[in-house]
């Protein structure tokens, strides 16, 4: 295995036995595919129960858009953040957009959460549309911030040609967070430079997550931002009290979502200071030969589990919360002392949570 890049300060001494606030994590309702996108009203309706500080949505075009469950959720929460992690600019006009948006915030008191990624250059090849650049992310949020603040917006550059947009009318609401999914240096630090706070990827180690929070900070600092104004939610696929068939699921499969993608897989080994090695063997899986873009379109959950059995136990134990409660309560720990701001825990929906939140609880009271 290659030798993970030196600890930063960051990452020495994390363990700690400083209480949890159920409000600095949150949950993804409805993970990986679905076909029937009501199971996420229940979802969040625990996660709003259990006090937990925002619910996540990850748009799939079918049975996830966005902008429907993001009201949908808003009405039957009254204190979690409904927060998109992630969506895409370019899937919607920025007026259409940024209408969205403040909708949403206008439903929810000001609870929506604008999450983006860059996704992969096939994908947008796929559907017609140019690559993401970092020129086109940080002139697309310009856009929509100031939409968003009811200004008149005059563009024509990489995002596109939009003569003269604004909002006929605005909700007593401010504009939402906007949040840039990343993991390689160049986009974390596009994401301290110009938004409002950085989604970091599942199955990143704590040294990971901590190298990660330096270099957005210190971009912020560059650009002559507030290094803490920039808020870091770190990704943590949590599995505890499921059945091993399913907390393989929840873990190996997912793994498999990430690590079989080329180029991506690496990206994620290169941060964690992993050899690469075993992604060879993972995509050579027969339940993986052949198969091109993300497994998850066109494999079930048991066929991703299975090849999920050829990754290094190492790589998930080290990337994931699994185990007791308690264990779960230490690998939050470890996260937000490598400097995550929140925590966003993936894999097993709210509901599935009761007992690691009773473990956060108990851990702050036997603390305090």
Known sequence: MATPPPATPASVARHTDTPIDPSVLGAYVLPGRVSDPRAAITQARAADELGLGSIWLSERWGTKDLGVLAGALGQVTSQARIAAGVTHFQVRHPAVLASMAMTAQGLTGGRFVLGFGRSVAAMWKAVGLPPVTNRILADSADILRR????????????????????????????PPPLVLAAIGPKTLALAGAHFDGVLLHPFLTPDAVARSVELVRASAEAAGRDPMSVRVYATVVTASGLPPQEEAAVVGGRAVTYFQIPGFGERLAETNGWDPGPLRRLREHPQLTGVRGSADFVRTRDQLTDA?????????????????PEHCVSRFREYLAAGADELVLHGSTPDQLPAVIGAVLGAAATTG
């Open 147 to 174: 939409l968003c603040n009811g200004d008149k917006v005059s563009y024509d550059g990489p995002a596109g040609r939009f003569p003269a947009m604004r909002l006929s009318d605005l909700p007593d609401a401010p």
């Open 308 to 324: 999920a059995t050829v990754l290094p136990g190492e790589w998930l134990a080290s990337s994931a919360a699994v185990g007791s």
